[in-house]
């Protein structure tokens, strides 16, 4: 099998682009300044240039707003192999030596930056992106060509310093970022999914307070010689850093503002204007900047509960010819390779991004011909396969391919013919789906292996299986799944998996869905969202509780992947009721039962996007 870096797909594979550029700068040359804003609050700004000596050369700027700390203070002026940038690293050793100067950003209420933060990914902040972005450039080793990328956070807010429409970004890679922060990080199908609130919100307090009995439990700042965040030049006292400090005790609380957002369309308590939506790089989209700005949309099979699916969303919204869509088998920032075919040590799977975000920004920002127009414009890895392709357009495949629910646990391509076929499920509120999830990456937890310990988990569901297959069959796209049921509570949910099964036995994850029922009645998505299965508008106004005992009906559409079935192997598809170890669960203290109906009438079934070659 071939690894990650397969050149399969491409004309020329990232690695091979990266391999066949000239010499690289040597060193760098590093400032830190405030910068003002047009309300006045003060950012702390790193600028990090090619080269070791003062010359009168413009550089091409990539910009960089993080919350995670644009650079750390190091005990006692510490440096030996320490690096004080764990978070900006990736950009700095990949750009700055090719030739780029990088920007770096403390966003407002965090690191050294003034101001507080009055919720995740604030209005006020996207305005501050584009305050930077002027001031920038104005600076003499500016060439006037900027672009914005960066990991989760930072990529999303490259998605709104686009949609500022400033004149000089032309090109962003919005990495591992949300395009509906709503339902692509928060509410997963409506669900609240609290080991990211809770523990993201714990992150959050640690860093942006300068917690330092808390940082360490968190895999990036774990050295004990990373001392908060570094001041910037002309705080050679660390007075102006305090001062800043003193501003992030008004920081918003993650838990206590993500609750406040049950529904799509409600808004604080205390401000009816701020719904989901201002914290939504969707909310912005601009034509415009559809034009002017070229985007790099990057995810993976195992980003979190929503990352993949905002990254389709984005591509799929963006309409001119020099926007480009990659998915690969990765986690959360790419920091592993996810696929559970992979063998024993994968390539490192953060180079790979870095090559081919490196060509676009050639491309775009230098004016290189680099080829990467050449390339189709969606480039995708099949896990089992071990395979990069390429497409002209995403989805590859539609779900038209049926397996519907059957007797004795059977998955069928026959439409039940039966007037009468039931399955009860009690849940189980024990059902849990552990630590090695696509899910715990999102709060900067040590994930190195994804589900490895998966075989066995199905046992508290409900489960289908279908016969074997005759032939290596991929799955690539967004699989839904259609639910037949009645509930004995007034809401409950739903948790839907695929799994394939070896001609030994062994159950492998695959991929997943969650849904409240709640949410079932299919309504329109915001305008800006494009649809990638059945939609549901998650508005309060259509929220529909269940009658229990009276039958009701669900679509849903599980999370996207490319997965080859090999020919004897089988596809399993599990229910369960909760994920303990990541949702909040409903309803609390009353675990349902669940009714699934498999008959003419109501026929239970998965929908698969099969591709046929």
Excluded at 394 to 414: H, I, K, R
């Amino acid at each position: 099998m071939s690894d990650s870096n397969s050149e399969a797909g491409w004309k020329v594979a990232p690695r091979d682009y990266v391999r066949g550029l000239g010499k690289a700068y040597e060193g760098e040359r590093l400032s830190s300044v405030y910068v003002p804003m047009r309300d006045g609050i003060r950012l702390a700004v790193d600028v990090h240039l090619p080269g070791t000596e003062d010359e009168d050369t413009t550089y091409p700027t990539i910009c960089i707003f993080t919350p995670y700390y644009r650079r750390f203070a190091l005990r006692d002026g510490h440096r030996d192999g320490i690096d004080p940038c764990p978070t900006i690293a990736f950009y700095r050793d990949n750009f700055v030596k090719r030739g780029y100067a990088l920007v770096c950003v403390d966003v407002r209420g965090s690191g050294a930056s003034f101001g507080a933060r009055d919720g995740f990914r604030s209005p006020a902040e996207r305005l501050d992106h584009h305050d930077t972005v002027d001031w920038v450039a104005q600076q003499p080793w500016c060439d006037g060509n900027i672009g914005a990328t960066g990991i989760s956070y930072p990529g999303a807010a490259s998605d709104f310093l686009a949609s500022t429409n400033h004149p000089n970004v032309k090109a962003v890679a919005p990495l591992f970022a949300v395009w509906d922060t709503w339902s692509n990080h928060l509410y997963p199908g409506g669900v609240l999914l609290t080991c990211v609130t809770r523990n993201y919100g714990q992150l959050a307090d640690a860093l942006d307070f300068d917690d330092r009995d808390l940082i360490p439990d968190y895999a990036y700042f774990k050295d004990d010689d990373l001392a908060g965040p570094a001041p910037v030049d002309e705080d050679a006292d660390g007075s102006l850093l305090k001062a800043a400090l003193k501003d992030h005790v008004a920081n918003f609380n993650m838990q206590d503002f993500a609750q406040q957002f049950r529904f799509r369309d409600d808004a604080l308590t205390d401000n009816p204007d701020y719904q989901s939506r201002v914290i939504c790089p969707y909310n912005y989209a601009s034509r415009e900047a559809d034009k002017q700005t070229a985007y790099y949309s990057v995810s993976g099979w195992m980003d979190g509960g929503g990352y993949s699916v905002g990254t389709i969303q984005r591509y799929l919204w963006l309409k001119e010819k020099h926007h480009r869509l990659m998915l690969g088998p990765w986690d959360h920032g790419a920091r592993g390779h996810v696929s559970p075919w992979r063998g024993d040590k994968p390539a490192a799977q953060q180079p790979f991004v870095a090559a081919e975000v490196l060509r676009f920004f050639d491309t775009h920002l230098k004016g290189l011909e680099t080829g990467i127009e050449d390339e189709a414009p969606v480039h995708y890895f099949t896990m089992a396969a071990e395979k990069w392709q390429s497409a002209e357009s995403w989805p590859p495949a539609e779900p038209d391919t049926v397996l519907y629910f059957d007797a004795d646990g059977a998955l069928s391509a026959n439409k039940p013919a039966v007037e009468e076929g039931v399955d009860d499920y009690q849940a189980d509120y024990d059902c849990r789906t552990g630590v090695h999830t696509r899910y715990d990456r999102l709060y900067i937890a040590n994930v190195e292996t994804y589900y490895d310990d998966w075989h066995g988990r199905d046992e508290k569901m409900l489960n289908f299986t279908s016969d074997a297959f005759g032939e290596d069959t991929e799955m690539t796209g967004h699989p839904v799944v259609d639910l037949h049921f009645t509930c004995s509570e007034k809401d409950g949910t739903f948790f839907v998996y695929i799994s394939d099964i070896t001609p030994e036995g062994k159950s492998v994850y695959v991929t997943e869905g969650v849904f409240r029922a709640l949410h079932r009645k299919e309504g329109p998505l915001p305008k800006d969202i494009p649809p990638t299965g059945p939609t549901h508008s998650f508005n309060r106004a259509d929220a529909m509780h269940l009658v229990p005992g009276e039958a009701a009906s669900v679509s849903f559409e599980l999370l996207p992947t490319s997965y080859l079935f090999g020919a004897g192997h089988r596809l399993r598809v599990s229910i369960a009721s909760a994920d303990s170890d990541h949702f909040t669960r409903i309803p609390d203290g009353r675990p349902p039962k669940f009714v699934f109906f498999r008959t003419a009438e109501q026929p239970s079934a998965i929908r698969l996007p099969i591709v046929r070659r």
